[in-house]
């Protein structure tokens, strides 16, 4: 088993997803506000969350990053998922969230971003790293632009349109060549 990093924040502790959290996961993804932008854009029952969640997981195993848990770091509550994916057919690493909708617009998106670009640059050596965001998601495109995203391309990505933004290491010695 890997050793997923916590990772703390000035409000955030990104930590390992867990059973711990199915809960308030499971009433997440059940939410049409909360997965009208992912996937097929429609919401998930209970057996299906939980196989989101444990494909999170397995996620680390199998590339060693993965998604964290966002928890308050003064309540420990879950506020939602942040992480570094690239599942077989991605076009390259991407960084993507989902926040609970009470967590929404209050920056702990881009707080934890910022601390996932972070771990990217400095743990992964990452040369780039990508946002898919649905076109009509103007919340997550607003997020990925203080990340210092830059929007690159448009493409359709498993039957959506999706603005591409990249991001790449503040040190110039660490950029190469990207595809």
Not at 7 to 26: D, I, K, M, V
Request: with cysteine; net charge negative; charged share 25%.
């Amino acid at each position: 088993m890997i050793d997923i990093p916590v990772l703390e924040t000035a409000r955030l502790r990104l930590t390992a997803l867990g059973e711990r959290h199915f809960e308030n996961y499971a009433a997440m993804l059940a939410d049409p506000g909360s997965t009208r932008w992912v996937g097929d854009g429609q919401p998930l029952d209970r057996p299906n969350a939980w196989r989101s969640l444990a494909m999170l997981i397995g996620h680390w195993q199998l590339r060693g990053y993965g998604m964290w848990a966002l928890e308050l770091k003064d309540t420990g509550e879950f506020v939602g998922r942040a992480g570094l994916m690239q599942p077989e057919g991605w076009p390259d690493l991407e960084l993507g969230w989902m926040l609970r909708p009470e967590f929404r617009h209050h920056g702990y998106a881009t707080e934890a971003g910022n601390a996932i670009l972070d771990f990217a640059w400095h743990m992964l050596n990452a040369q780039r790293v990508i946002s898919l965001v649905r076109i009509g998601n103007d919340a997550s495109d607003r997020v990925a632009e203080r990340l210092g995203g830059e929007h690159i391309d448009d493409m359709d990505f498993f039957g959506t349109n999706n603005h591409v933004f990249a991001y790449y290491p503040p040190y110039p010695e660490q950029r190469r060549a990207c595809a």
